[in-house]
């Protein structure tokens, strides 16, 4: 008991220090954040999704899944590249990250919409179906 | 010509300058040679598409240019693995037809008008010239321009290369090795840069890749691999993040575009190895995030916290994983990667993939014939890989490592050792050249300042020295071989102008060698790469430019050729029907709808076992259980290779083994046992009985004592045991010239038999029989 205590204690205090180091963060640093927990957080739904429902359309879960984790990766190397802190890309200019990171997700969502199957509604439908001919 | 101090920044940008352009020529230079060396075959007989795969390819790419690329990804091919037919959009490594057809299209659309047939004899020069500049951005990626051009020379002329790349072998591997090393510079580069822009081309290259050739996943194994071997040696850096992980998202959604790939990419065992890595490189990432962020003392409590809870939540993640595994009886991996990892597996349990000559492990001999030189420089290139030791040299280590793994093997791999070979010894080639031309310089410096210097040789004069070998680093690299010697001389008189400055800078033991070692060691370098230029033109010529679709021998009467294949495919192509079917044994069979155009039973992608079972059976069974089966797939030509009467030992009497076993794999009343006198196979007059009255044996042989009298058999060497037999079922349409190809056609069934016949048959046969012969009104 003693011993959970401690622990109790410490964890309190960790969550305390990473709080406060947390906070001093740059504001346009944490917006980065916020996108990547969200896009997490979607990608969590939609493999639990998955889970219960069974994988009818592997392709769509392939699109949700995949689009949810690239995007959340691609933001990451965006912050990576932009994070004032970080020595190594000191020299990069954060117009350049930010003109490869439209570039990349470009080359991305034009992959990505390959995956679609279909479409709710059939008027949207259609518009897919022809970008993806385009494509 | 000597520049007075300050050091000129202009005479090192002339000396940039001309290194540029001196490059630039050499690398074009490298393009010719590469596409050059590769020209023997058309030169030495014909410009013809090789082998047996290449046809397949033409005849994609023939359709493709014909009907454009709708019907090209939605074709159905019903002239193949009748009656099951073969989807070739969902089935073919799309990446060289599109290619071929790519080419075929731009140079006609600007008037050029080549035929495609020309297009695909000629990709593979073009692309292998593409692939030795590709392995010059590599190597200067890793060390240096030097190594560069070395390595670029290298991959130009290796044998190993060379073999699967001729003007006329139209195979996957032509733009796929092009492909590869691409991927692998991308990768560096992105590592080395650490921009997203590279790590974006990086995924496009290696879709490219996926789309050329099944060995794209050695590609999305070894990066994994080195990502995981940088994270636990301490290189973890940003860069390494933004060089893997754009690549595994984007490049598996890319490879699973493919249709060929399709969902495996995600599903497969080849895979997983790129997604636990993608996990564990996140973990990483998180931990030094955290361990930024927090001060050293919270940040071991923060450690001691995670551990015991992810310790729990890593366990139960991995049982769920084994249990999915498990579930599968090959553990998830496909028959092909798990003959690779465990080579045993194939001889025991798929003998398809075990009875392919390429799949077999390759012979000592074989590495010195295909890497020759490169086998000595490789491991000095290991070495100096090592110092210094950056991402991107231990990428090269473990490159090399797992290719000689692999290529041990398989024969075919070798090909993906070759340019690891190269890159390797194109670094330990340039690190030498550094080495002696440092000291010829050196030495030669020495000398002429030996009377201002009053110095004795340890306190090296490391001024001069320094600057020499700095300004020379820059030259001497970009220099070849030959013309190391002439830059030492003229560089000598740059140390005897400058004044000579007492070594107030550190003394530094400086490796040199003395003047005559270097010298002589300079010219046996370029002696190796003599004997190793010679051996590779040598193997070109000889070796590797055969077309096997056309054979020559020399004789006293001189220059015999064989072009028995395609006489007799012409021969099917004139004087049978469109929808005639003909059976063979799978190696003829993409000759067979390229050239005659006729509708095959099984062919070389051996996709069904059974299927090449069924006509293996055929071929192993007496006359009339042949006929029968033949009948029921509705053949109507039986086409044999028999190289007796001219010494062509592949022929299908020497195939005849794996038509015995694989046919007794599925058919049990096949057994190889019967076909074996004391363990071999005998056609003589020792050969059993089946063996003399099968199939193949009948077809071979009929007629052929006519040709000698004696019925001997070239390839086997002895007297024929069965002479004189006649064919009940079959009869003979066509022989070749050289009766290399013997072309049958089936009897067709008898209209009524005599009675006596029918009696006898009733009274003699089996009760089995004799309730078929009830059933059956024909017999």
């Known amino acids: ?101 439209v570039l990349s997700n470009l080359v991305f969502h034009l992959v990505i919409m390959n995956f679609f199957d279909r479409c709710p509604s059939p008027i949207l439908n259609v518009v897919f179906m022809s970008c993806k001919n385009v494509v | 010509m000597a520049m007075s101090p300050p050091p000129g920044t202009s005479s090192s940008a002339m000396r940039n300058a001309f290194g540029t352009v001196l490059s630039a020529l050499i690398l074009l230079l490298i393009g010719v040679l590469a596409f050059s060396i590769r020209l023997f075959s058309v030169i030495k007989y014909e410009s013809v598409i090789h082998e047996f795969d290449p046809y397949f390819n033409y005849r994609v790419t023939q359709f493709l240019s014909k009907n454009g690329i709708y019907e090209f990804w939605n074709w159905f091919d019903d002239r193949t693995w009748y009656p099951l037919g073969r989807v070739i959009g969902g089935t ?99 590592l080395n840069t650490g921009s997203l822009f590279y790590a974006t081309l990086n995924a496009i290259a290696y879709f490219y890749m996926v789309c050329s050739w099944g060995g794209y996943t050695f590609i999305i194994n070894l990066i994994p691999m080195h990502v995981l071997l940088c994270i636990v040696t301490g290189r973890y850096s940003p860069r ?54 927090l001060s050293p003392k919270m940040f071991k409590v923060a450690v001691t916290l995670v551990v015991s809870i992810g310790l729990v939540v890593c366990l139960i993640v991995v049982a769920v994983l084994v249990a999915l595994v498990a579930s599968s009886p090959t553990g998830g991996w496909s028959g092909r990667s798990l003959s690779l990892l465990d080579p045993t597996y194939a001889s025991k349990y798929i003998p398809i993939i075990a009875s392919v000559s390429e799949h077999q492990p390759p012979t000592w001999p074989s590495y010195f014939m295909d890497i020759n030189v490169l086998a000595f420089l490789v491991p000095a290139g290991i070495i100096a890989c ?80 320094d600057d020499s070998s700095s300004g020379k680093t820059d030259k001497g690299e970009e220099v070849a071989k030959e013309r190391s010697s002439k830059k030492g001389k003229k560089k000598e008189r740059e140390p005897a102008d400058k004044p000579s400055v007492k070594s107030k800078i550190a003394k530094k033991r400086v490796l040199v060698l003395p003047l005559e070692a270097s010298i002589v060691a300079l010219l046996l370098l370029i002696m190796l790469g003599a004997f190793y230029v010679i051996h590779c033109v040598w193997a070109a010529a000889e070796a590797y430019s055969a077309p096997s679709i056309v054979l020559t021998s020399q004789s006293r009467d001189g220059l015999h050729v064989f072009d028995d294949f395609r006489e ?106 019967d076909y074996l006198r004391d363990g071999n196979y005998r056609i003589d007059s020792e050969a059993t009985p089946t063996m003399l009255n099968c199939l193949m044996y009948k077809l071979s042989y009929y007629r052929f004592v006519e040709t000698d009298g004696k019925g001997y058999d070239r390839v086997r060497r002895t007297e024929i045991g069965k002479k004189n037999f006649k064919l ?52």
């Open chain 2, 728 to 779: 009940t079922h079959f009869e003979e349409v066509f022989t070749s010239h050289h009766w290399m190809v013997r072309i049958y056609k089936l009897k067709p069934q008898k209209n009524r038999i005599r009675g006596r016949a029918k009696k006898l048959k009733l009274k003699t046969s089996s009760g089995l029989d004799s309730k078929a012969a009830k059933k059956n009104p024909w017999i």
């Open chain 2, 386 to 465: 090592f110092s210094p030791l950056s991402d991107a040299s231990s990428f090269v280590v473990l490159y090399i490592v797992m290719s000689v793994y692999f290529s041990g093997v398989m024969v075919r791999l070798m090909l993906v050792l070759a340019p690891a070979a190269c890159i390797m010894s194109g670094i330990a080639l340039s690190q030498a050249f550094d080495v002696f031309t440092a000291s010829i310089k050196y030495q030669l410096g020495r000398s002429a300042n030996s009377k201002d210097d009053a110095e004795d040789n340890t306190s090296t004069n490391n001024a001069p020295k």
């Open chain 2, 92 to 190: 073919v490594y799309p990446g060289l037809t599109l290619t071929a057809g790519t080419i075929w299209w731009a140079l006609n659309a600007i008037n050029i008008p080549l035929s495609v047939e020309t297009v695909c004899v000629f990709t593979a020069p073009v692309f292998s010239a593409f692939a030795s500049w590709a392995t010059y951005l590599l190597t200067k990626e890793v060390k240096g321009s030097g190594a560069g051009l070395a390595a670029a020379a290298l991959l130009a002329m290796v044998p190993s290369y060379i073999s699967r790349s001729v003007a006329g072998s139209y195979d996957n591997e032509a733009v796929a090795i092009f492909a590869l090393i691409f991927t692998f510079y991308l990768y560096i580069k992105t």
């Open chain 2, 240 to 293: 390494l993040y933004i060089a893997y992980a754009p690549l595994v998202v984007l490049g598996t959604l890319l490879a699973a575009l493919v249709p060929v790939v399709g969902f495996n990419a995600v599903l497969t065992s080849e895979h997983f190895a790129s997604f636990l890595v993608f996990i564990i490189i996140h973990v990483v990432a998180l931990v030094y995030y955290i361990k930024g962020i």
């Open chain 1, 1 to 101: 008991m003693y011993n959970k205590t401690i622990v109790c204690v410490y964890a309190q205090d960790l969550l305390c220090s990473l709080h406060s180091a947390y906070l001093a963060t740059p504001t346009n640093l944490k917006i980065h954040h916020y996108l990547i927990f969200l896009r997490s957080f979607y990608f969590l739904e939609h493999v639990s999704y998955m889970a219960l429902v069974g994988s009818f359309s592997f392709n769509s879960f392939l699109f949700g899944v995949l689009s949810c984790t690239g995007t959340a990766f691609l933001a990451i190397c965006l912050w990576i590249q932009v994070n004032k802190e970080n020595k190594k890309f000191k020299d990069l200019a954060p117009k350049r990250a930010f003109a490869d990171f």
């Open chain 2, 568 to 673: 007799s495919y012409a021969w099917l192509s004139h004087n049978t029907d469109v929808d005639d079917k003909v059976a063979s044994w799978w190696d003829y069979g993409y000759q067979t709808t390229a050239m005659a155009n006729r509708t095959v039973i099984v062919d070389n992608n051996t996709w069904n076992n059974t299927h090449i079972a069924t006509v293996g059976t055929a071929m192993s069974s007496p006359e009339k259980a042949a006929w029968e089966i033949f009948n029921s797939l509705d053949v109507k030509y039986v086409l044999v290779v028999f190289g007796g009467l001219i010494g062509y030992p592949s022929d299908d009497i020497n195939k005849f083994l794996w038509m015995v076993r694989i046919g007794g794999g599925v058919f049990p009343h096949i057994k190889e046992a």
